[in-house]
C-alpha cells in the first residue's frame, strides 16, 4: 500500500487526530471519498505551525530562551520543536504534542521533556 493511499485510508476527526476509515468490501473503490453513504475523507486540519500555546503564551526555547521556538506538523503522526535561534530541535509523535499543548504550562513541559531526552 502506498503512502497516499494510507492516508485515503484514514478520515479526520474534529480534534485534530485521525482515525482509521474502513469501507466494506463492497464498497471499495479508487476513490474512496465518494462511496455513497461512506462520509467524505477530509485532509487533516492541523495548522502546519504553531508559535503559541493554547493560552496565548508564546513558546520560548527550552535552550536559549528566546521566543523563536515554532512546533511543525510534517504528517500526520509526528510534531517537530524547533528554534530558528540556536537550532534546537526534538521530535515528538502528535499524541504526545496533542497532551503536551492542553498542559497548564507548555514551556515548562517542553523543557522537561527536552531534559528526558538529554537534548539540554
Not at 462511496?35 to 508559535?51: C, L
Not at 515554532?70 to 504528517?75: L, N
Amino acid at each position: 500500500m502506498t503512502d497516499k493511499l494510507k492516508v485515503r485510508a484514514r478520515i479526520a476527526r474534529g480534534d485534530g487526530s485521525v482515525a482509521p476509515h474502513h469501507l466494506s468490501e463492497g464498497a471499495k473503490t479508487a476513490d474512496p471519498g465518494s462511496v455513497p453513504g461512506e462520509g467524505k475523507i477530509e485532509p487533516h486540519d492541523r495548522e502546519s505551525e504553531v508559535t503559541t500555546s493554547v493560552s496565548q503564551e508564546i513558546l520560548t526555547c527550552p535552550r536559549c530562551g528566546k521566543p523563536t521556538l515554532r512546533a511543525e506538523f510534517p504528517d500526520h503522526y509526528e510534531a517537530w520543536i524547533k528554534c530558528s535561534s540556536c537550532g534546537f530541535f526534538m521530535g515528538m509523535s502528535n499524541e504526545e504534542w496533542h497532551r503536551m499543548e492542553h498542559s497548564p504550562n507548555l514551556i515548562r513541559t517542553i523543557k522537561k521533556m527536552a531534559v528526558g531526552k538529554k537534548l539540554l
